[in-house]
């Protein structure tokens, strides 16, 4: 089998048996010390965000406005997915990296909690981190027996018929 590779030439598949491929997309970042350099960067980015505020007086001034620490700004900022983000974790190498950066990012959710931004952060922590917001109900009847349920207008007799049909 032979195909062009380019004009008036041709390869054979034997010509690349010696090229050996890896498989898989190639990583995005190749040591630990580059992703964490990257990770850094973002943190830093966040934290020295400004903007520009009317006072009372009508002045325009800067003011430093932390921007929010979330895996998806920190997987753009890296130019990945989420995902691909996440993945990352799987390799042994990377792991601890992420996961320092993961819980940043929980962290910063958590506190927003205290901060009345609860609604994003609760949406956040529940379907991001796996936090979950349960309530145990139990219901009991007088002094702590069962409840007795009865069905309004039926007769005992005949709530005792339908229960043994």
Wanted: with cysteine; aromatic share 10%; proline share 2%.
């Amino acid at each position: 089998m032979s195909f062009r590779y380019r004009k008036g030439s041709e390869a054979r598949m034997s010509d690349f048996a010696d090229e050996k491929h890896p498989g898989g997309r190639p990583l995005l970042f190749q040591s630990v010390e580059e992703l964490e350099s990257k990770i850094q960067q973002y943190f830093d980015d966040c934290d020295a965000r400004k903007v520009k505020q009317l006072t009372k007086s009508g002045d325009i001034v800067e003011v430093n406005v932390r921007r929010p620490y979330t895996l998806s700004g920190l997987a753009c900022y890296l130019d990945c997915s989420r995902q691909t983000l996440l993945n990352y974790a799987k390799d042994d190498k990377f792991f601890d990296t992420v996961s320092r950066a993961r819980r940043k990012c929980e962290n910063y959710a958590e506190e927003q909690l205290y901060e009345g931004n609860d609604r994003g952060a609760k949406f956040c922590l529940l379907n991001g981190y796996g936090w979950s917001d349960t309530q145990k109900l139990e219901l009991t009847g007088a002094d702590g027996g069962p409840v007795d349920v009865r069905i309004a207008g039926m007769s005992d007799a005949e709530l005792e018929k339908l229960l043994a049909d």
